[in-house]
């Protein structure tokens, strides 16, 4: 595969209705799915509660506050990773009990490890629309134990 | 009591081969009539066909169909299987209850894929929004994000992975089905000085996606008899589970379905992990394997790499492993996979293994894996025992 092309823009509301996620990201804010009925979150977004299977969910602003559970650089080239190899992909548990799968940009790569706590950052798409992205933070334990 | 009333009653596979320029089509076509002209079964006495859904014709959603006419069969059962690298032992499975519900009398459970030649699947769902533009475009890097996890909690050696590995590539070079590119030997400094794809995974760890084909031929027992078939595998215990821990997102992803299906197909035949004979697992990564020896109970969960280290996984060994060389080993022929460690079980229990024989091999334990879901492990886990 070519790492020639820039990181694309995909399209909202194919698999479910997703339009608050892009909407919140141009606002910088983070929104994820949540079940009104259990007060979880979940994500990839789903057609309905996976917790109750009720379409009783709505989405919510969250904090961008997490740890890393789990952690790679990825080193193959693939379409819209132009200029972006190497290229630090986390599991990142956020405090809201939701796992994203996330880039870690602007990092000393010491302190990328599991358990690292980090915070919400930015990482533009081709059209430069935000996508959510995360950076360790300075008072991170990047030894610190989950 | 473990049914035997459905049998596997022949199999065949074709060489594993990198950017062939056939189709998935193609390949079927060489498979089935391999196994008509071993098994002396008419094209037309086939009324029962499993077809697993390929890369290489992924946009097409009659795909099965479309096989059935290829082939010029008419079958009164067709299933299309979707569940990737467990649609071969599904297919057997699917075509046991079948044969059972009398929907059909003979089956063919055929896989073909030929996505080195042309690669036409479009995974969709969530992946375009919130997966891809993380650059978690195929399993490598999902396969690494569960690597850093599992090290972090249990410790793995990159020596038990290239041990895994090495042992594959020698059965790969008895395999002359195999891949030609694998049929060269592989040392552990080869492993370890192998380029990093996604860390901690190195490409060695990897399979390569191929083109091939395997089918297998089921029928009754009685039925096998009557046309005078004398080599039969029972598969004496089946089970699957898809979407395991799917909607907890807090899971262990280092906790694969296999967890789950493992105590069953124990159970069902009357097995333990030290009554198996062979173990032909699912090996699209070699952490796949090592954390497969866990779930199964060979070895205690954590403890796998010295399992691998302390253990002759050889063809001659104490626990022979992908004695054909596995995926990793003989190469991946797309979503046809599931069938290649099907078959080696099935060739080794009809004591067809040639220089790689597992002697006096009388069962074997055979898995798949499916789909690589957002942020854990595996989509779907199968596994089933076949004994002689």
């Known amino acids: 595969m070519a790492e020639t092309e820039a990181r694309p823009v995909p399209a909202a509301n194919r698999y479910v209705p997703s339009q608050p996620f892009w909407d919140g990201a141009r606002e910088g804010r983070l929104m994820l799915q949540m079940c009104l009925d259990t007060g979880r979150f979940q994500h990839p977004p789903h057609p309905l509660s996976v917790y109750t299977g009720s379409q009783n969910v709505a989405w919510r602003q969250v904090s961008g506050l997490g740890t890393i559970y789990a952690v790679t650089?990825?080193?193959?080239?693939?379409?819209?990773?132009?200029?972006?190899?190497?290229?630090?992909?986390a599991t990142v548990e956020l405090?809201?009990?939701?796992?994203?799968?996330?880039?870690?940009?602007?990092?000393?790569?010491?302190?990328?490890?599991?358990g690292a706590a980090v915070e919400l950052a930015w990482d533009p798409l081709a059209d430069g629309t935000p996508y959510p992205a995360f950076r360790t933070l300075a008072q991170g334990a990047a030894d610190a134990q989950d | 009591m473990a049914r035997t009333d459905v049998v596997i009653a022949g199999y065949a596979e074709t060489k594993v081969v990198y950017q062939s320029g056939r189709s998935a089509y193609d390949f079927a076509g060489l498979a089935l009539s391999d196994l008509l002209e071993k098994s002396g079964i008419g094209k037309d006495e086939i009324d029962g066909l499993s077809v697993t859904l390929a890369l290489s014709e992924g946009t097409n959603p009659f795909f099965a169909v479309y096989m059935a006419d290829a082939l010029g069969l008419t079958p009164t059962w067709l299933?299309?299987?979707?569940?990737?690298?467990?649609?071969?032992?599904?297919?057997?499975?699917?075509?046991?209850?079948?044969?059972?519900e009398g929907a059909c009398r003979i089956a063919v459970v055929l896989s073909a894929d030929a996505p080195s030649t042309a690669f036409r699947a479009n995974y969709g769902a969530y992946r375009p929004e919130f997966q891809d533009p993380q650059g978690v475009q195929g399993p490598p890097a999902t396969f690494g994000l569960l690597m850093s996890r599992y090290d972090h909690q249990y410790g793995l050696d990159p020596r038990a992975l290239g041990k895994i590995a090495i042992t594959q590539r020698e059965h790969a070079l008895r395999n002359p089905n195999a891949l030609d590119?694998?049929?060269?030997?592989?040392?552990?400094?080869?492993?370890l000085a192998s380029r990093s794809i996604a860390d901690p995974l190195r490409v060695l760890d990897c399979v390569m996606y191929c083109d091939g084909a395997n089918a297998f031929l089921v029928m009754s027992e009685e039925e096998a008899r009557t046309r005078g078939i004398e080599k039969v595998a029972y598969p004496t215990a089946y089970s699957e589970v898809t979407n395991h821990n799917g909607a907890d997102p807090l899971a262990d992803i280092t906790e694969s379905g296999f967890y789950r299906i493992a105590p069953k197909v124990f159970a069902k035949a009357g097995l333990t992990p030290a009554g198996i004979g062979m173990f032909q697992p699912y090996d699209d990564f070699t952490i796949a394997v090592l954390m497969q020896l866990e779930a199964f109970g060979f070895c205690g969960t954590g403890e796998g790499s010295a399992f691998v280290r302390d253990t002759d996984l050889s063809f001659s060994g104490t626990l022979p492993l992908n004695t054909g060389g596995g995926q990793i080993s003989a190469g991946?022929?797309?979503?046809?996979?599931?069938g290649l460690n099907l078959a080696e079980a099935v060739r080794q229990l009809f004591g067809e293994g040639g220089d790689r024989q597992v002697p006096g091999v009388r069962n074997a334990l055979v898995t798949g894996i499916g789909v690589i879901p957002y942020g854990r492990n595996w989509g779907c886990s199968a596994a089933m025992i076949l004994e002689v």
């Open chain 1, 73 to 89: 650089v990825v080193r193959v080239p693939g379409p819209g990773l132009a200029g972006r190899l190497p290229l630090t992909v």
């Open chain 1, 95 to 114: 405090a809201e009990g939701v796992r994203l799968i996330a880039n870690i940009i602007d990092s000393p790569p010491e302190r990328v490890g599991i």
């Open chain 2, 79 to 100: 299933n299309a299987g979707g569940i990737g690298g467990c649609s071969a032992a599904g297919g057997v499975a699917r075509a046991m209850w079948a044969i059972r």
């Open chain 2, 181 to 191: 590119k694998f049929r060269k030997p592989l040392t552990m400094d080869d492993y």
């Open chain 2, 332 to 338: 991946q022929p797309g979503l046809g996979s599931g």
